[in-house]
Every structure is written in structure tokens, then in C-alpha cells.
């Protein structure tokens, strides 16, 4: 259960954390964080998060890296369908929270006919630069691949497991400077759903890709790291 706990409460933060900074504080007339800081945010909710709870579950926080995980021999299979269910709910209470603190200004609503709405992902007219649904689909599988690489690397047993959180956090700080413009950046199916759920119309309809590509993504990059990166450096140690 405190695994569990850990899980709802870092991946509540990474949504209430980075999806807040896009929705209250990038477009600030003058004063706005744009979309590096909502990069920087992103990033800081996971380098934080993972060495206040990564100790306790692992500090995952995303259903892809889970998958990502057990493709490459660290995490059990029969934990999956647990982790994703505590990510997801803990998703879905951020964006709530996100929605009440929005409902808070006059005027608010949500427009989704847009992209972004809500910080929501999609492709084609959801995009935010009108990215096609193949160019997202590449990028998310693409950016959560190496995502994953960088997580397990920087938490392998010959790696300097100090650092790991700082390198973590700012792979994701990169992956969202490189991929907002494309799909507004996922990388993760929960808080693709979370938002996504809050959005309805067009973006919830699209949040398979936000499910099906960075999972596979990491499943490949899972196995990458098991069966070609891990064994090198075990040869040479």
C-alpha cells in the first residue's frame, strides 16, 4: 500500500505540477513562463518526486515507465496493473484539483475545440503546431524510448544512483522543450488521460495514441537495455 500511496502522490504532483504551470502561468501577459518554463516544471515535478518517494515505490509516476520497467527485468509483472491503477487515479486527482483552482477565475471554461485545452495532448488539428497523428506517434514512442533508457541506466547498479533523479528529471525537461510544439508532450498515458478526461470531444478521443505509443516505446527500450546495454556494462565490470 505505501508503494501504491507513493505512486498516486508523485504522479499527482507531476500533473498538478506540470500541467498547472501550463495552465496558470505560461501565458501571463509579461510575466508568463512560456512553454520552457512548463518544460522546467515538467522536469521538476519528477526530480523532486523522486527522491521524496522514489525510495518507496520506485518512483515510477507513469504507467509507460512501468511497462518500461518490466520489459527490462526490474519491476514484477504482477505489479503493473496496481502501479497504473494508483498513477492514473492519482492523474485524474491533480487534474481535478486543477479544474476546481481554474473554476475560481470568472469566465473560465474549457474550449475543446482547441489545442492544448486544458493542457491536453493530441495530432493533426489538436497538435499545436498541426503535427500529423504519424509525426506524433513517432515522437512519443520515439522521446519515451529514450526516457526509459535514461531511467534505467541512471538507476543501474553500476550507475551513481545519487544523481539519478537530477538526470531523470532533466531528460523529461528535454523531452518537453523537444516535443511540446508536436503533441503538446505526453510521454506519459496517465497524464494524457487525466486531462484528457476533463477535455472530452476531440482530445479525449485521442488519447489512445497517448496510451498505445510511449507504452510501446518503453517496452522497446525495456528490452533494449536488458539485453544489449546491461549485459556490456555486466562484461565489463
Given amino acids: 500500500m505505501k508503494k501504491l500511496l507513493a505512486e498516486f502522490f508523485g504522479t499527482y504532483w507531476l500533473v498538478f505540477g506540470g500541467c498547472g504551470s501550463a495552465l496558470f502561468a505560461a501565458g501571463i501577459p509579461n510575466l508568463g513562463i512560456g512553454f520552457v518554463g512548463v518544460s522546467l516544471a515538467f522536469g521538476l515535478t519528477v526530480l523532486t518526486m523522486a527522491y521524496a518517494v522514489g525510495h518507496i515505490s520506485g518512483g515510477h509516476f507513469n504507467p509507460a515507465v ?3 520497467l518490466w520489459a527490462g527485468g526490474r519491476f514484477s509483472a504482477k505489479e503493473l496493473i496496481p502501479y497504473i491503477i ?3 487515479v492519482g492523474a485524474i486527482a491533480a487534474a481535478g484539483t486543477l479544474f476546481t483552482i481554474a473554476s475560481g477565475k470568472a469566465g473560465f471554461m474549457i474550449d475543446n475545440t482547441k489545442a492544448g485545452a486544458f493542457a ?3 495530432f493533426g488539428a489538436f497538435s499545436p503546431d498541426g503535427y500529423s497523428m504519424q509525426a506524433a506517434f513517432i515522437a512519443e514512442f520515439v522521446l519515451t524510448l ?3 533508457l535514461v531511467i534505467l541506466g541512471a538507476t543501474d547498479k553500476l550507475a551513481n544512483g545519487k544523481f539519478a533523479g537530477i538526470a531523470i528529471g532533466l531528460a523529461l525537461t528535454l523531452i518537453h522543450l523537444i516535443s511540446i510544439p508536436i503533441t503538446n508532450t505526453s510521454v506519459n498515458p496517465a497524464r494524457s488521460l487525466s486531462q484528457a478526461i476533463f477535455t ?7 488519447v489512445w495514441l497517448f496510451w498505445v505509443a510511449p507504452i510501446l516505446g518503453a517496452i522497446v527500450a525495456g528490452f533494449i537495455y536488458k539485453n544489449l546495454l546491461q549485459e556490456h556494462s555486466e562484461a565489463q565490470a
Fill in 120 to 122: 491536453s495532448n493530441g
Fill in 86 to 88: 494508483a498513477q492514473c
Fill in 146 to 148: 529514450f526516457f526509459v
Fill in 200 to 206: 472530452g470531444g476531440e482530445p479525449l478521443s485521442q
Fill in 66 to 68: 512501468s511497462f518500461g
